[in-house]
């Protein structure tokens, strides 16, 4: 009776630049911003490229010079990203295709310096990164936008309203309504996820996260069975009752059974062949 895991394949760089992190003697100085000769010579390099024609056997050397002067000014601004989930290489990687983007956009002819112009668009390319790849779920950009949008607001209302905002806090400031903004904090849950493998204590030798979780148990199906079997237990006649007790739950042969209630074997099989038959009868009706 009691039968229920980025895509993030770096873009090839040109010849000459490493995939792991550049070592180089220019290095950018604390506000990320290189020195004055290493922007004098970019300069010069960057006028040269920008007057070569697409052909010319001597872009290819120009440019990877150029990027090799900026490698530091990149790897900085990666720096600064580096506590949000993401590995490091991967954001230095990220970081030197931003660049290599400014070399291959950079016009000398709008008199604006080298590094204004390349700054924006490595952090630019940065964030698209952190929007577009760093998820572990993908979720629409709206939502991911919205994401950040709350995690700048809670910021700015915590130090406003001395305290930890509400959902309700949270949607007004930002004008939309409190399930939106639900679904933006709920949204913060898919940016990373963590592998069944991971170690829970942080030793390779204890559980691991999936020996935690639950799993189906088959005796729950039991339970539900028995809350249905017991009241059509109920309803058959007490000797009847009393045969199924000694069968099912006193583990008696039916010879045994007959003995105690002073009965046949042959009557006591067949009280119990139709006392079963009710019984599936009932739970076949239930179901």
Not at 51 to 77: K, N, S
Request: charged share 25%; hydrophobic share 40%.
């Amino acid at each position: 009776m009691t039968n229920l895991l980025q895509e993030a394949a770096p873009a090839t760089l040109p010849r000459g630049i490493s995939n792991q992190r550049t070592s180089t003697p220019h290095r950018a100085p604390a506000e990320g911003r290189p020195d004055k000769a290493v922007d004098a010579r970019a300069r010069i390099l960057l006028t040269r490229l920008a007057e070569l024609p697409d052909d010319h056997v001597d872009r290819t050397r120009i440019r990877e010079r150029i990027i090799e002067l900026y490698v530091p000014l990149a790897e900085y601004l990666a720096r600064r990203f580096r506590n949000r989930g993401e590995p490091y290489d991967d954001l230095s990687q990220v970081a030197v295709i931003g660049l290599i983007k400014s070399v291959d956009g950079y016009d000398p002819g709008r008199g604006v310096e080298f590094a204004s112009y390349a700054i924006p668009t490595i952090v630019g390319e940065l964030k698209r990164h952190f929007r577009d790849k760093g998820w572990s779920v993908r979720v629409p950009r709206r939502l991911q936008e919205l994401k950040l949008e709350l995690a700048k607001a809670v910021g700015e209302l915590t130090q406003q309203l001395q305290r930890s905002p509400t959902v309700a806090d949270l949607a007004k400031h930002l004008g939309i309504s409190e399930d939106e903004c639900l679904s933006g904090l709920d949204t913060a849950n898919a940016y990373s996820a963590l592998s069944l493998h991971t170690p829970v204590a942080g030793q390779d030798s204890g559980p691991e996260v999936m020996d935690l979780l639950g799993d189906e148990d088959p005796g729950l199906q039991g339970v539900e069975d028995r809350a249905t079997l017991r009241p059509l237990i109920r309803q058959l006649p007490a000797r009847e009752q009393k045969i199924i007790g000694l069968r099912f739950f006193g583990n008696l042969t039916q010879s045994q059974i007959a003995q105690e209630i002073g009965i046949s074997q042959m009557h006591v099989s067949r009280l119990l062949a139709r006392s079963l038959k009710q019984l599936r009868e009932g739970m076949l009706a239930v179901d």
